[in-house]
Nanobody
């Protein structure tokens, strides 16, 4: 079992920045890759960013590429999502997730993730 707790969401103006954190506990190990996904009102949960356990590999959705950055500090069992140049369309509940590592690639779909945090709201005003 892996427990995930997100923090760092809030209200920000367009063009601003936020950093989300995800603290992992429980059975954290190199077996798990990590990611961030988001869900806007009335929409499906979408992939945002993923990282390998080591942090050496990352992947982003086209909508956030160049603006968001995922990183992790394994000594603290924490994954971060730095969000810059935020847009109103980034408004959503952001979820941290963990899933079993698949050799050769990162986890980029909702169903590949096994464990989820409770989510943190990010609201970007225009």
């Amino acid at each position: 079992q892996v427990q995930l707790v997100e923090s760092g969401g809030g209200l920000v103006q367009a063009g601003g920045s936020l950093r989300l954190s995800c603290a992992a506990s429980g059975r954290t190990s190199s077996s798990y890759a990590m990611g961030w996904l988001r869900q806007a009102p009335g929409k499906e949960r979408d992939f945002v960013a993923a990282t390998s356990w080591s942090g050496s590999s990352t992947y982003y959705s086209d909508s956030v590429k160049g603006r968001f950055s995922i990183s992790r500090d394994n000594a603290k069992n924490t994954v971060y999502l730095q969000m810059n140049s935020l847009k109103p369309e980034d408004t959503a509940v952001y979820y941290c997730a963990a899933g079993r590592t698949i050799p050769g690639r990162l986890l980029t779909t909702t169903r590949e993730y096994e464990y989820w945090g409770q989510g943190t709201q990010v609201t970007v005003s225009s």
